[in-house]
């Protein structure tokens, strides 16, 4: 059970990330290859298919530039939960405070999870977010990521965990909170006791 009382730091994964831009070269090589025409009978690949293989060379190329930055430069905590609120440097420096908070949910799209907190917009307004979400904030909204999305991809834990931990604090915490049917919704929590969790620090 999770101690709201505590502090919680989570750590980067450097295996994870370095995992993640490996990934991100072999993408871009492959949208290079069919910007090119490759990969197809056609040795022009068709017309059609030069902006879409343009298109992932410059996508891929801006999500290794993000996860280099997460890797070289963020600080080895990345993620922070703590009885006053929630801090995430992918998100925003500021701490969002659990107060903020009005739902708490799970996303999937092709087999990646995140975590959906719902807030009130104007709750954003006096943070200091990152390009990252200010970026991805409006598109997200269109396929029902409103809010501020939390992965566990590039981190130290597991997204059951990691989503477990943020249900409880802001249950805990927030004034506001309301999840029908979450006990039925959500996914079963790990079966591994939080304290053996490497760098996960409890304060």
Sequence with gaps: MTNTS???EIRKSRAAYLGLALICVVLI???HSVANG???DDPRGGAWTIPYGWFGVVFF???LLTVLNDL???PATILSLSPSGL???RFSRDELPWASVTGVREYKLLGSRCVIINIDPADLTGMKLSWRFRFWHKPNALIGVDGVWVTAVGLKTNFNDLF???LAYARALSPHMQIPGAESEYPPSSSAPK???PDREIS
């Design 6 to 8: 505590k502090t919680i």
């Design 38 to 40: 490759g990969m197809l």
């Design 195 to 197: 304290a053996d969790l």
């Design 164 to 166: 477990y931990d943020i």
């Design 61 to 63: 190329g801006s999500c």
């Design 29 to 31: 090589g492959l949208a």
């Design 72 to 74: 070289l430069f963020r």
């Design 87 to 89: 801090r995430d440097l």
